[in-house]
């Protein structure tokens, strides 16, 4: 059974850098096969892609996040990476990585981020 679990700061102050890890554990393939995708819902609002890291070839970030992230691997330690730039209130979410592109067969259990000051 695959099992993801996202970590991070809970609170992050407008204009850092939010970073949050997710651990993969289980299966047979390890974070350097597959898709990893991160996902993120505003209170109130529906789920949001926020970007992808497949197993081989480029990132891809939602267009409206794309200057301020990256998501990145350490397949050493099967952790999966997000850092959002300069970040503002708006960014405060429920934050989710799951495996897949554009549907999902594994998911975390999120982890709440607030941007406040």
């Known amino acids: 059974q695959v099992q993801l679990q996202e970590s991070g700061p809970g609170l992050v102050k407008p204009s850092q850098t939010l970073s949050l890890t997710c651990t993969v554990s289980?299966?047979?393939?390890?974070?350097?096969?597959?898709?990893w995708s991160w996902i993120r819902q505003p209170p109130g609002k529906g789920l949001e892609w926020i970007g992808y890291?497949?197993?081989?070839?480029?990132?891809l970030y939602r267009p409206s996040l794309k200057s301020r992230t990256s998501i990145s691997r350490d397949t050493s330690k099967n952790h999966l990476t997000l850092q959002l730039s300069s970040v503002t209130p708006e960014h405060t979410a429920v934050y989710y990585c799951?495996?897949?592109?554009?549907?999902?067969?594994?998911w975390g259990q999120g982890t709440q981020v607030t941007v406040s000051s």
């Open positions: 799951a495996r897949g592109l554009a549907a999902y067969d594994y």
């Open positions: 289980g299966g047979s393939r390890t974070t350097d096969y597959y898709y």
């Open positions: 890291i497949p197993y081989s070839g480029s990132t």
